[in-house]
């Protein structure tokens, strides 16, 4: 349930950072425009908008950052995380304990057949 918050909302941040940077890029490509055109005024006023824009997209990513659910979502995969690294060191020892038990059950069979 949690995870499916996390999504909607990982999602919901990622369409607005899509938008504002496609509105971002339409902005660029006038003020592109509008430069080999030789016209300041447009310029100046394209790129105002533009500034706008990202400071309005950095401020939507940074409120998404702080809401509750992102830090839930943190905490959760921070979780998840530790839990599967632990999981998967005490794997790695069982397999080389198991390993190192072979190893030397064989070792000590070669060498009684040496000895006899």
């Known amino acids: 349930m949690a995870s499916s918050k ?5 999602v919901s941040v990622a369409e607005s950072i899509g938008s504002t940077l496609g509105a971002i ?3 660029a490509d006038a003020a592109q425009k509008a430069i ?9 006023e394209v790129q105002r908008e533009a500034n ?5 997209g950095n401020k939507t990513v940074a409120k998404a950052r702080r809401s509750k659910p992102a830090r839930k979502a943190r905490a959760s995969t921070r979780t998840a995380r ?16 198991a390993a ?10 070669t060498s009684r057949r040496g000895r006899r």
Request: proline content about 0%.
């Open 36 to 44: 080999a055109g030789g016209a300041g005024t447009a310029v100046k």
């Open 6 to 10: 996390s999504q909607d909302l990982l």
């Open 25 to 27: 890029a339409a902005k």
């Open 82 to 97: 530790t839990a599967a690294r632990k999981v998967a060191r005490k794997v790695v020892r069982k397999a080389s304990g």
């Open 100 to 109: 190192r038990k072979a190893k030397r059950a064989t070792s000590s069979r």
């Open 52 to 56: 706008k824009l990202a400071r309005k």
